[in-house]
Structure formats: C-alpha cells, structure tokens
Nanobody, 132 residues
Framework: QVHLVQSGGGSVQAGGSLRLSCLASGLSYSQVCMAWFRQSPGKEREGVAGIFTGYGTTFYADSVKGRFTISKDNAKNTLYLRMTSLKPEDTAQYYC?????????????????????????WGKGALVTVSS
C-alpha cells in the first residue's frame, strides 16, 4: 500500500522561506515521477515542480522557477520542496504526488511538471499561507 505522508507548511511573510517534506512508502519501481502540486480556492490543481527520481532531473512551472527547488533523498524515501522568496500568490494547499511511466514520459517530453491526470497517488496536502 502506498503512503505519501506530508509535513511542513505554515504561515510566512512575503519574501520568506518554507520547506515541505513528503515521506513515501510502498511505491513500485516504475513510480519514478514525483511532483508537487498546489491548489487555491476556485482554481484547478496545478503542478509546480516535478522530478525524475532515477536521475534527479527536475522541472518547474514558470511561476516558481528560480524560487522553488524540488529534490528527493532516495536513502530516506523523502521528497522535498524548498520554497524561497515566497509571494502572497503562492498561498495554496500543496500536495505531494507520485506517478508512473506515463507521468515520466510527459515531464521529459514537455519539460514541465506533470498534469494531475497522470498522478497515481496523492499526499493529503499542507497549507502554505503567505502574507504581504
């Protein structure tokens, strides 16, 4: 059984930093596409960062490029999202996600985080609030 257990999040002022963590267990060998998504009220869930865990290749949405860093510690089975220079528009519920080979093909072909429809497993989410 797959579990994606998130930690981190919270409230910060604009310009501040936060780190999200996602402890993964039960993933199969083919689920090498992991990502962070976010969703604000009334908006669709959007991918902000993706990673091919085999090689550590990363992909970012334009809105967070240069400010957010996705990484995975394979020894600890933990996915991270380091967020810096946070803006009020970054306020959202953030979700850890894992997908398989279709997800991987997507991010490698397009060079962007995956679509939500390609995700097999989701974390429960963590709220990030950025005040101005």
């Amino acid at each position: 059984q797959v579990h994606l257990v998130q930690s981190g999040g919270g409230s910060v002022q604009a310009g501040g930093s936060l780190r999200l963590s996602c402890l993964a267990s039960g993933l199969s060998y083919s689920q090498v596409c992991m990502a962070w998504f976010r969703q604000s009220p009334g908006k669709e869930r959007e991918g902000v960062a993706g990673i091919f865990t085999g090689y550590g290749t990363t992909f970012y949405a334009d809105s967070v490029k240069g400010r957010f860093t996705i990484s995975k510690d394979n020894a600890k089975n933990t996915l991270y999202l380091r967020m810096t220079s946070l803006k009020p528009e970054d306020t959202a519920q953030y979700y850890c996600a894992a997908g398989g080979l279709s997800c991987l093909a997507y991010i490698r072909a397009l060079g962007v985080p995956p679509s939500a429809r390609l995700v097999d497993y989701w974390g429960k989410g963590a709220l990030v609030t950025v005040s101005s």
